[in-house]
């Protein structure tokens, strides 16, 4: 059931916080970060209901995991494979049957995948760090071994940061190159038959103030745009962007889903 992996302390422990005071924190954290979605949201004339809410679980115990699912948190996000997949079947163990689609867990994996744990990381609902064409390549033949269709989001470094990972595309829209060589690998990942290419993820840099991160989101939505003139038969729907820090800036850029931890959890 584990995938040969072993639980970590943090996802099993019962020397968990339970206590009804983390719980009503955890409620009233869940609370604030929906209200402040659907309000960026709506400060740019958009819906609420566009803006997926993945709440990152990384080092969060099960317990945590339990609460936040029965306040109607439905995306988790891990960052690690080694990490996510223990969680994944002790969370499915722990609720038991579900009959109803709507109602059932959706992991994504935002974290950099090693080239090695893609045999685990197809287990995943969604990746958002495809970031090469040979990784595209691994997790295709992985998933073609379990008949499987993988939604994936292509991961984007538009920052330039030398920290970050994704395709280096810092100054795509002024080299011509740059434009044309990604442009020529989305083409070759779209014809991945077992990855269904949905949208562009990005990680903006730490700054002072979120309004700081702006020129990156909005230089990942109008890469997407580009895209979809140059690839329209596939499906760019979704813009992972955004973190605790920056993510109502992100959404009045188009953000479509939001990866946020700290302000629902806590400090870790």
Known sequence: MNEGFSFPEQVT??????????????????????????????????????VILVAVTKMQPLATLLAAYRLGVRHFGENRVE?????MHALVDALGEITNP???????????????????????????????LRLAERLEARAAALERVIPVLLE??????????????????????????????????????????????????????????????????????????????IDWQHLSMGMTDDFEVAIEEGATMVRIGRAIFGER
């Open 13 to 50: 422990s019962a020397a968990v916080d339970t206590s009804e005071e983390r719980l009503r924190d955890l409620a009233i954290n869940l609370e604030r970060v929906r209200t402040r979605i659907a309000t960026a949201a709506q400060r740019v004339g958009r819906s609420p209901q566009e």
């Open 83 to 87: 990490e996510g997949i223990p969680k």
């Open 102 to 132: 709507d109602e059932r867990p959706i992991w994504h994996m935002i974290g950099h995948i090693q080239h090695r744990k893609t045999t685990q990381a197809v287990h995943f609902d969604m990746i958002h760090s495809l970031d090469s």
């Open 156 to 233: 984007c470094n538009v920052s330039g940061e030398a920290s970050k990972y994704g395709f280096l595309l810092v100054d795509w829209q002024g080299d011509r190159e740059v434009r044309a060589e990604f442009i020529q690998t989305v083409r070759t990942i779209s014809c991945l038959s077992h990855l269904k290419l949905q949208g562009l993820m990005t990680m903006a840099p730490i700054v002072s103030e979120a309004e700081l991160a702006r020129p990156v989101f909005a230089s990942l939505r109008a890469l997407r745009e580009l895209l979809r003139e140059e690839l329209p038969d």
